[in-house]
């Protein structure tokens, strides 16, 4: 089991490190800056702010330097829409709330679901089977708006110790004239 | 005898300023006396997830700018009307030609007790253009005319060459390279704000997260979570916070506007904006919180003026039957349906001293229009046997599309152009506009500051911002002599009638910003075109 666990690591490591550099460069490819705004740049300042963020180097270093700081220093450098952030900021504001909700459905999908599973093995072919393999696909069917908005308003007023407003990080939409 | 010289030099010189110390009451919640206040006196107000850096030389989107104004304050303020009044600075002198100005400092504090200093506004404008900052905004310091700016800016000269000194801790003197009568009205920009020095030494880029940041605005920072909401609460030490009634400040993330709505009327924002064609029913059904104010941005097409363009917008009969055909009333009444209105000129109407150009196409019936639009074409030689093709570039909204196809027919119905679509990203439609890598294409331009030059500077060729790529030489020699002109109405006219006869632009409406607010908030300067607001301006009532 523990080679098993061992293995899967080490194959996902240079799997990361693969759909890093494959990101990193379809990034490079897509046109447009992550500065560009409703006012054109002029090109003094965009060198300004391509220098602050090490954009100015060859590509290749700026793609060595990312990985670098990830493996050595579980750095992922400065955010270039949040200006006064770190990635690794807004991933420690992120995190323990999609780690309470992942830890709570996931402790509510195995409970509820092997219990069911048990109860319908015993009583097969009966009512509570029915009933019991009834609730297990209706969940799988539900439509995540439907149960999303059951366990927003569940989290909102507090019960079962949902934090209140998950991470609404979202698209960046824009200022006034787009 | 030395002494009695200077002193006379001195005379003279104050007798040569054209002394402007401003004595106009400084803008606070003017309660009115028998109102009765509310107990919550929280205001919240929705924004977009664009809350990106609460640093006065970093802050760029509008939402981002609204957060940073309560922040921290610049020397003048706006009112409800737009007009300049005394912020950080109590009064202002300045010389003849509108290069030099004085500001004169009150006695202010910064949120950790300290004095506000014109060393901090020295600081802070030198950080704007300092190359390190990499602040987007550094452009602004050489828009409003700032000595030396643009070549700080590009690594030319040290940011200690700046058109800005500290004559004594209470007194700033700034050196403009132009003509600037319209200088004061920039100052509310926060890119012009000042910065606490010792605490971004002290913490560097951590300098603006709550724990650490020091304002000199009336309110502090008690929260900022990215993408959820961010906290405001009063200042004790801002120096007119006795006036001040509102004490907390939540600027809640909503980037559906819908979903505004519905929480707009659970009471959970004060403020939000009208969903796309909702205007017209929830003012029927709530004509006393449903708004539509004038905003400061025109809306327009822009028109490839360069060799690159195609043959048939390389004639001026062409663009001008274009830009005749469009019914732009269609467009305010039946499509966007907010309270827009129709635009033939490029300079906002509610822009401050600005008087609107004469064009002949306004005050033309639309049949009219489109009688001289069909004239034109067959002049230029188009028709039904040579029919004209042109591509229109926008970036993917539901707004810009409808006005394409609208606008698309009725090119096609008067004079049977057909006008091929594409929607794209933004980030890529802004720049295959600045390289003039389209035919035809939708733009927007929001001012910034109010003053007309903030629009007409566009058609400088000159300017980064001239998407058209159009040059005229009387257009650039009118906007320089505007820069020194005792009425630049004068020059700004000349411009807009150019324009018109050329259309390296087709203004199509005047913004109008639309949105719910509940009636018990008072203060809301609803005639401020750029909308510039301050919470310390505004009260709720029972």
């Known amino acids: 089991m523990l080679i098993f666990i061992l293995k899967r690591l080490a194959i996902a490591i240079p799997t990361l490190l693969v759909l890093i550099t494959v990101s990193f460069v379809l990034m490079k490819i897509a046109p447009g800056t992550p500065f560009s705004g409703d006012k054109a740049i002029p090109k003094e300042i965009l060198a300004n702010i391509y220098a602050r963020y090490g954009l100015d180097k060859p590509e290749w270093q700026q793609l060595l330097e990312y990985i670098w700081n990830i493996v050595a220093h579980f750095d992922f450098g400065p955010s270039f829409k949040y200006k006064d952030r770190t990635v690794n900021e807004i991933i420690a504001q992120g995190f323990p709330v999609t780690f309470a909700y992942g830890t709570w459905s996931f402790l509510i999908a195995t409970i509820v679901g092997i219990s069911m599973g048990i109860i319908a093995a015993i009583r097969h072919n009966t009512l509570v089977d029915y009933f019991a393999v009834g609730i297990t696909v209706g969940a799988q069917v539900a439509p995540t708006s439907s149960s999303r908005r059951f366990w927003f308003s569940c989290s909102r007023s507090g019960c079962a110790g949902f934090p209140a407003a998950a991470g609404t990080v979202g698209t960046g939409a824009t200022s006034s004239c787009r | ?267 959970e924002v004060d403020q939000t904006d009208v969903p796309a064609g909702q205007y017209p029913a929830l003012k029927a059904e709530l004509p006393g919180e449903t708004y539509s104010v004038p905003q400061f941005c025109t809306y327009y097409f822009s028109v490839n003026m360069t060799a690159t363009a195609p043959d048939a917008l390389k004639s001026k009969q062409v663009r001008q039957a274009l830009n005749l055909a469009i019914d732009r009333d269609v467009i305010v009444n039946n499509v966007l349906q907010g309270g827009q209105t129709p635009a033939y000129s490029f300079t906002n109407p509610h822009t401050a001293g600005f008087e609107m150009p004469t064009i002949p196409a306004a005050s033309m019936s639309q049949a009219d229009r489109d009688a001289k639009a069909k004239e034109l074409m067959t002049a230029a030689g188009y028709g039904p046997d040579h029919p004209l093709a042109l591509a229109y570039i926008y970036n993917t909204s539901e707004a810009h599309k409808k006005i394409a196809t609208v606008v698309g027919q009725m090119w096609k119905e008067k004079l049977g152009v057909d006008l091929s679509l594409q929607d794209m990203e933004f980030a890529i439609l802004s720049d295959m506009r600045h390289e003039q890598n389209y035919q035809l294409a939708r733009n927007a331009w929001c001012g910034d500051y109010n003053e007309a030059s903030t629009f007409l500077s566009l058609h400088d060729s000159k300017s980064e911002q001239n998407d058209s790529g159009w040059a005229n030489a009387d257009v650039d020699k009118l906007l320089a002599d505007a820069k020194v002109s005792a009425n630049p109405n004068e020059q700004y006219k000349k411009v807009e009638e150019i324009a018109a006869e050329e259309v390296p632009i087709m203004p199509v409406y005047f913004y109008a910003k639309v949105f719910m607010q509940k009636s018990n908030v008072k203060g809301w300067p609803f005639n401020n075109v750029e909308q510039i607001w301050y919470a310390k301006d505004l009260y709720k009532v029972e």
């Open chain 2, 1 to 267: 005898m030395k002494l009695q010289a200077i002193l006379t030099a001195a005379r003279i010189g104050v007798a040569l300023l054209a002394t402007t110390a401003l004595t106009a009451p400084v803008f606070a919640a003017e309660v009115p006396a028998g109102t009765k206040l509310a107990t919550d006196q929280v205001f919240k107000y929705r924004v977009l997830d664009n809350i990106r850096a609460l640093d006065p030389q970093l802050a760029e989107d509008v939402d981002t700018a609204y957060v940073v104004s309560q922040l921290f304050e610049g020397l003048y303020n706006e009112d409800a009307l737009g007009n300049p009044v005394p912020g950080a600075a109590e009064s202002y002198d300045v010389n003849a030609d509108n290069t030099v100005y004085t500001f004169h400092l009150r006695d202010a504090k910064w949120s950790n007790g300290d004095p506000v200093t014109a060393g901090d506004f020295v600081y802070g404008w030198q950080r704007a253009v300092d190359p390190a900052t990499a602040s987007t905004y550094a452009y602004y310091l050489g828009l409003v005319n700032v000595v030396n700016s643009d070549d700080i800016v590009a690594g030319k000269l040290p940011v200690t060459d700046l058109g800005v000194k500290a004559i004594d801790d209470k007194t700033l003197e700034v050196t403009l390279k132009a003509s600037t009568p319209w200088f004061v009205k920039t100052l509310a920009h926060s890119t012009l704000f000042a910065a606490p020095k010792a605490t971004i030494d002290k913490f560097g880029a951590d300098w603006t997260k709550p724990e650490n940041i020091v304002g000199n605005g009336s309110y502090i920072l008690a929260e900022n979570s990215p993408g959820e909401r961010v906290v405001l609460k009063r200042n004790p030490n801002y120096w007119d916070d006795a006036k001040t009634v509102i004490n907390e400040v939540q600027f809640l993330t909503i980037n559906d506007e819908n979903q505004g709505l519905t929480r707009w009327r659970a009471g």
